[in-house]
């Protein structure tokens, strides 16, 4: 990877234009490993809290494959590109590199601690809430907390371009 330039370890915080895109970003494609070690995509709402350092996402417990895989593989990915979904011109494509985990102690009010964050990205979220009751195992949600361990950084056109890697405190 000599083409990569690397970040020292030491030093490396999120640089405040990829925390730009995890504010803003309305899709991350969230990559998990299966029982059969095969890598499985989810695009997904990604939600971020400046200054954190973690990124979050909620599932319904109906759709649990991804939480399955996260609690047998906490290694995943979520990359970040197409400007239409970014809402900003700074940064090309992300990916990041790190440990999830699942927060299911409290299925039926735990993500609503997030709600907050989902309302910038999602302002109708609301007219949805209010038919909770409706549709109660859709909001049976379980909270995935992504912790990064790398950012790969693309500046420019990742097709033609040279990324920078940030190595995160706490990663490998």
Request: charged share 30%; glycine share 4%.
């Amino acid at each position: 990877m000599r083409w990569i330039a690397i970040v020292d370890a030491m030093r490396a915080s999120i640089p405040p234009e990829v925390e730009e895109v995890f504010e803003n970003a309305l899709v991350a494609l969230l990559t998990t490993v299966n029982e059969r070690s095969e890598p499985v995509t989810h695009p997904m709402l990604p939600l971020y809290e400046k200054g954190t350092g973690r990124i979050y996402f909620t599932s319904s417990v109906l759709f649990s494959k991804k939480l399955e895989h996260i609690k047998r593989n906490s290694k995943v990915s979520v990359h970040f590109s197409v400007e239409e979904f970014m809402r900003t011109g700074k940064v090309k494509a992300i990916t990041v590199r790190g440990r999830a985990r699942v927060d299911e102690s409290d299925l039926s009010k735990g993500w609503m601690r997030l709600l907050t964050l989902w309302r910038k990205k999602e302002p109708y979220i609301d007219a949805y809430l209010k038919q909770r009751f409706a549709f109660p195992l859709f909001w049976e949600r379980a909270v995935i907390e992504v912790v990064p361990e790398e950012l790969v950084v693309w500046k420019d056109d990742p097709m033609t371009s040279k990324p920078v890697r940030y190595r995160l405190g706490g990663g490998s």
